[in-house]
């Protein structure tokens, strides 16, 4: 930063601290990032961490501080990316970080203590693609955390990376399909969903698994890759005496990892919502539905073997390459034409129901990465608070931490999970406050401290924007219980949002590039 810039900064904070106007005010958007103050209006000199949530759109973004006695403070990115942000627009937030973990020397490159990836999707990773020049230039990294469903050295993970792909693949081929617009409703939201995973775009963000892989070589350069499991815990922060790490997700059991369905019986009783799963065969099935030729890999999978079935052109028996008329169509052209053809009966079309599994393809696809996040408690020794961020992830995963508990020299008997979420302060709101994100029982029907905050990451417009008909976030019913649990101390990222009242009083602060939770 140049001694002007520095200036301007260091002016910019002392007017605010002394107008004290700005906190917990709704303010315009996020067109100046990297001249918002890096200490907030009012922020207490004195904690025990502070917690920021960037205001940077639909996507994660958090930085999570604990002072040290006599040396700089130690600092944890969890995540960095949205959907819909262009690369300028992430460098500044990224710029912002830099400063703020400078702490205004600007001599030193700034040093995040450990970086997490909690799992593969843009709006968690983006950042460090589009601010990689940033990253690379200005920050050291102690150490990197991701969960173990990136060590690519063992099996099972690239089986589940390569499913991922030909899910992937799938999907894409079935968009630029043109059966697609023959079968209206069949394909919505299914663009949106993968953009979650999309590859290339216009807004820098590159492809994510270069994100990820970015990370891993700064990580060994560090020396302190760590990939993560269910299990692993307490780790211990560098000169943090009163803190240590608990690892929860992801599950380790293949049925949970992949658990995104939800029994009859959980529905009653009203523990989450979601779809249930489609299988590898019926992925090679849906391919099947686009691609029917005889002699091909997938025609195996189509419903009706070659012999029965009747086209209405055929392959010239004196040249494979040119298609003529069907002799043996023209028989039942007419019943076909007042029957399967008519538009009247359209919704008997089996094609249509086929390529609606599409759909379901892709929400597995998308709550399969999500349950791969990894899960952190940060629990203070004397006081037992804890800091919970789950990332993305869904009902497998949570209803894993029923099994799971902790063995160490600091417990006389193991440390259950449950008991951690028990006693839960400060809540990352996973998936943005989507309906299939936070389970209830087993979730948050554990947090019954009466101080709970709960922040969520989520920018409204870009939500509405998504498929045909937008995305529900926040999810009303959670909305709600989060509210009534934490006693509308519930912040929304949205730059749009004003802070609550009673959150403004329990010591959250705010701007328009970040909000800061204090615990003091």
């Not at 002394?18 to 067109?31: E, T, V």
């Not at 002072?67 to 262009?86: Q, S, T």
């Not at 079935?309 to 043996?328: C, G, T």
């Not at 219980?481 to 602060?509: H, M, N, T, W, Y």
Request: aromatic share 8%.
């Amino acid at each position: 930063m140049s001694p002007t810039r520095k200036k301007i900064v260091k002016k910019a904070v002392a007017a605010e601290r002394r107008s004290g106007k700005n906190r917990g005010r709704k303010k315009p958007g996020l067109a100046a990032a990297a001249l918002d103050p890096i200490v907030a209006p009012g922020s207490p000199k004195h904690f025990r961490a502070r917690v920021r949530m960037y205001r940077q759109g639909l996507g994660d973004c958090f930085l999570v501080t604990f002072p040290r006695k006599k040396k700089n403070p130690y600092h944890i990115l969890i995540d960095c990316g949205a959907l819909a942000r262009d690369k300028a627009f992430m460098t500044r937030i990224v710029e912002h970080i830099r400063e703020t973990v400078r702490a205004g020397n600007a001599n030193l490159k700034a040093r995040l203590d450990v970086v997490v990836a909690t799992h593969e999707h843009k709006d968690h990773l983006s950042g460090f693609n589009q601010a990689r020049d940033v990253f690379s230039d200005d920050f050291d990294f102690g150490a990197v955390w991701l969960p173990w469903t990136e060590n690519l050295t063992k099996t099972e993970i690239k089986k589940i990376k390569d499913t991922k792909k030909k899910a992937i693949t799938s999907l894409q081929n079935a968009l630029a399909n043109p059966r697609a617009a023959a079968a209206p409703g069949s394909f919505d939201g299914i663009a949106e969903l993968l953009a979650f995973s999309k590859d290339e775009d216009e807004t820098g963000a590159g492809k994510i698994a270069d994100a990820l892989e970015y990370l891993k070589l700064r990580g060994k350069k560090a020396g302190e890759l760590q990939y993560l499991e269910p299990g692993d815990g307490p780790l211990e922060l560098s000169g943090v005496d009163d803190v240590r790490v608990y690892v929860l997700g992801p599950p380790r059991d293949p049925a949970l990892l992949k658990g995104s369905e939800v029994t009859e019986q959980m529905k009653r009783k009203g523990v989450i919502y979601h779809l249930t799963r489609t299988g590898e065969a019926a992925m090679d099935a849906l391919s099947a539905a686009l691609s029917v030729s005889p002699g091909t890999a997938e025609d195996r999978f189509h419903p009706f073997s070659a012999e029965h079935r009747i086209a209405p052109e055929m392959s010239d028996p004196l040249n494979s390459e040119v298609l003529k008329p069907n002799p043996y169509f023209a028989v039942i052209a007419n019943f076909v034409r007042d029957t399967y053809d008519h538009p009247e009966q359209a919704w008997r079309r089996i094609d249509h129901d086929w390529l609606s599994a599409f759909g379901q393809l892709a929400l597995d696809l998308d709550s399969d990465t999500n349950n791969t996040s990894l899960v952190l408690a940060f629990e203070f020794r004397k006081t037992r608070e804890v800091l919970l961020f789950v990332g993305d992830a869904q009902v497998g995963s949570w209803q894993s931490w029923a099994k799971l508990d902790f063995k160490g020299p600091d417990h006389a008997t193991p440390l259950a999970a449950h008991d951690l979420v028990s006693r839960t302060v400060f809540y990352k709101v996973g998936h943005h406050c989507s309906h299939n994100a936070t389970l209830k029982a087993g979730g948050l029907e554990l947090m019954n401290r009466d101080d709970l905050v709960a922040f969520i990451p989520l920018d409204q417009a870009t939500a509405k924007k998504q498929g045909k008909h937008g995305w529900d976030m926040p999810a009303a019913p959670l909305f709600k219980a989060l509210k009534e649990k934490a006693a509308k101390r519930v912040v929304i990222s949205d730059v749009q949002e004003i802070v609550p009242a009673e959150a403004v009083k329990a010591g959250i602060f705010a701007t328009s590039t970040y909000v800061d939770y204090f615990l003091k």
